[in-house]
């Protein structure tokens, strides 16, 4: 099993069996969880999904997914499609317990690197990106980036000045300026 894969089994595995939406007690800390981020998701110039409920945990970043691809609209979208569906099926095996080897996602390894894929906020702005791209249980995650001094501390800060408060708006805004577009490596 390729070492990316192996790291992010376990951030897998708690979003395939949902313990992430059983958060732990916060009551008398003060702290009250951020309301979770809207963004579509795209590989090179064209849209893949809506992604709903958008939130980090422990520098993973989780979210819901509405596909806007659809098969037989050409090859990259028929290639998006196959993995995506590879990836449902895969973690479905998981959690009935039947036979699987992460060594079958090398064929996707184009597809897969989080270098192809951008998530952007209505704001303009990107969700920072790292490792693989992962779906199943109709939910994504991926990776945030190495960061000091630490990843998940940039992941929470990212969310914070991001999500939208009463208003509607961002907690923080970032002068206006969207981010620039991450160059991305796949066709388009």
Same mark, same amino acid.
């Given at each position: 099993?390729? +070492? =990316?894969?192996?790291?992010? *089994?376990? #951030?897998?595995?708690?979003?395939?069996?949902? *313990?992430?939406?059983?958060?732990?007690?916060?009551?008398?800390?003060? %702290?009250?969880?951020?309301?979770?981020?809207?963004?579509?998701?795209?590989?090179?110039?064209?849209?893949? !999904?809506?992604?709903?409920?958008?939130? +980090?945990?422990?520098?993973? /970043?989780?979210?819901?997914?509405?596909? *806007?691809? #659809? #098969?037989?609209?050409?090859?990259?979208?028929?290639?998006?499609?196959?993995?995506?569906?590879?990836?449902?099926?895969?973690?479905?095996?998981?959690?009935?317990?039947?036979?699987?080897?992460?060594?079958?996602?090398?064929?996707?390894?184009?597809?897969?690197?989080?270098?192809? %894929?951008? !998530?952007?906020?209505?704001?303009?702005?990107?969700?920072?990106?790292?490792?693989?791209? %992962?779906? #199943?249980?109709?939910?994504?995650? %991926?990776?945030?980036?190495?960061?000091?001094?630490?990843?998940?501390? !940039?992941?929470?800060?990212? /969310?914070?000045?991001?999500?939208?408060?009463? =208003?509607?708006?961002?907690?923080?805004? =970032?002068?206006?300026? +969207? !981010?620039?577009?991450?160059?991305? *490596?796949? +066709?388009?």
């Amino acid at each position: 099993m390729a +070492p =990316s894969l192996r790291d992010l *089994k376990f #951030a897998w595995d708690y979003f395939v069996r949902g *313990k992430h939406r059983g958060h732990q007690s916060t009551e008398g800390t003060g %702290w009250v969880e951020p309301p979770s981020l809207l963004a579509e998701l795209w590989f090179g110039g064209l849209l893949v !999904a809506d992604l709903h409920q958008l939130f +980090p945990h422990q520098g993973t /970043w989780f979210a819901e997914y509405v596909l *806007k691809i #659809a #098969a037989n609209r050409g090859p990259q979208e028929d290639q998006l499609l196959a993995y995506i569906s590879f990836c449902e099926e895969f973690y479905r095996k998981i959690g009935e317990g039947r036979d699987h080897d992460f060594d079958e996602f090398e064929r996707f390894t184009p597809v897969q690197n989080c270098e192809s %894929w951008v !998530a952007k906020l209505p704001s303009g702005r990107f969700v920072p990106m790292e490792g693989n791209m %992962w779906f #199943a249980d109709g939910g994504t995650t %991926w990776q945030h980036p190495e960061t000091k001094p630490s990843t998940e501390a !940039a992941a929470y800060e990212f /969310w914070l000045e991001n999500a939208p408060n009463k =208003s509607g708006q961002a907690e923080q805004d =970032s002068g206006g300026q +969207p !981010a620039t577009r991450p160059e991305s *490596k796949c +066709p388009s």
